[in-house]
T-cell receptor, first 110, second 115 residues
Framework: DAKTTQPTSMDCAEGRAANLPCNHSTISGNEYVYWYRQIHSQGPQYIIHGLKNNETNEMASLIITEDRKSSTLILPHATLRDTAVYYCIAGSWGAQKLVFGQGTRLTINP | DTEVTQTPKHLVMGMTNKKSLKCEQHMGHRAMYWYKQKAKKPPELMFVYSYEKLSINESVPSRFSPECPNSSLLNLHLHALQPEDSALYLC??????????????FGEGSRLTVL
C-alpha cells in the first residue's frame, strides 16, 4: 500500500470549511483513497473514499488531484463535534489490510 | 443495526491471567478485524478473519489468540500478557469478499491494562 503524509495538526474556526490535505505520491492505479476519523475515546469512523473522481456524501467532500498524488478532505461547515484525528489511507479495492498513518489532529475552535 | 459491540469496555488483568475480549456484529459482514492502538498512536492491524477463516496475522505474538466461532462473533483470547500489551483493542467488520470497499465499521474498543 502507498504511504500517505498528512500534517500533524490543524485548527479551524467553527462554521468555516476545514480542508485537510493528504499526500500519496506513490499511489498505484488500483489504490483508493480512504478517509477515517477518530473522535477521542471512540473507534475510528469511515468518512469517504474515492479512486479518481471527486466524491461527496453527507459528511464530507473528497477532492483528488488529476495525477492522484494528493487529495483534500473538505468538511464544509465544521462544528465542534468534528474535532478528531483524521486519517488518510491508500489501499486497493478488496484490501483487508488498511494501514493507518499518523493522521491529522483537527481542532475546531469556537 | 450498524453497530459493532465490544465487551468488556475495560479490563485489568495480571500477567498470569487468562481473559478474552469479545466482539459482535449483526450486519451480515463476512470480514472481521482486530486492531491494537497505543496512546496517541494510530491503530495497528493484528488479525483479519474472512468468511470465518484467519486470512491475515500481522506476526502477532502467540499470547494473543484470535477465534471466530461464527460470522457474527470474534474473540481475542489473552494469556501471559506483558505490561506493554496495555492498549485499546479495536474490533471492526466489513462486508468482505467482492463487495469489499474498505469501509470498516469499528467498535468502541476494549481498554486493556496489564499489571
Amino acid at each position: 500500500d502507498a504511504k500517505t503524509t498528512q500534517p500533524t495538526s490543524m485548527d479551524c474556526a467553527e462554521g468555516r470549511a476545514a480542508n485537510l490535505p493528504c499526500n500519496h505520491s506513490t499511489i498505484s492505479g488500483n489504490e483508493y483513497v480512504y478517509w477515517y476519523r477518530q473522535i477521542h475515546s471512540q473507534g475510528p469512523q469511515y468518512i469517504i473514499h474515492g479512486l479518481k473522481n471527486n466524491e461527496t456524501n453527507e459528511m464530507a467532500s473528497l477532492i483528488i488531484t488529476e495525477d492522484r498524488k494528493s487529495s483534500t478532505l473538505i468538511l464544509p461547515h465544521a462544528t465542534l463535534r468534528d474535532t478528531a484525528v483524521y486519517y488518510c489511507i491508500a489501499g486497493s479495492w478488496g484490501a483487508q489490510k488498511l494501514v493507518f498513518g499518523q493522521g491529522t489532529r483537527l481542532t475546531i475552535n469556537p | 443495526d450498524t453497530e459493532v459491540t465490544q465487551t468488556p469496555k475495560h479490563l485489568v488483568m495480571g500477567m498470569t491471567n487468562k481473559k478474552s475480549l469479545k466482539c459482535e456484529q449483526h450486519m451480515g459482514h463476512r470480514a472481521m478485524y482486530w486492531y491494537k492502538q497505543k496512546a496517541k498512536k494510530p491503530p495497528e492491524l493484528m488479525f483479519v478473519y474472512s468468511y470465518e477463516k484467519l486470512s491475515i496475522n500481522e506476526s502477532v505474538p502467540s499470547r494473543f489468540s484470535p477465534e471466530c466461532p461464527n460470522s457474527s462473533l470474534l474473540n481475542l483470547h489473552l494469556h501471559a500478557l506483558q505490561p506493554e500489551d496495555s492498549a485499546l483493542y479495536l474490533c471492526a467488520s466489513s462486508q468482505g469478499g467482492s463487495r469489499e470497499a474498505g469501509e470498516l465499521f469499528f467498535g468502541e474498543g476494549s481498554r486493556l491494562t496489564v499489571l
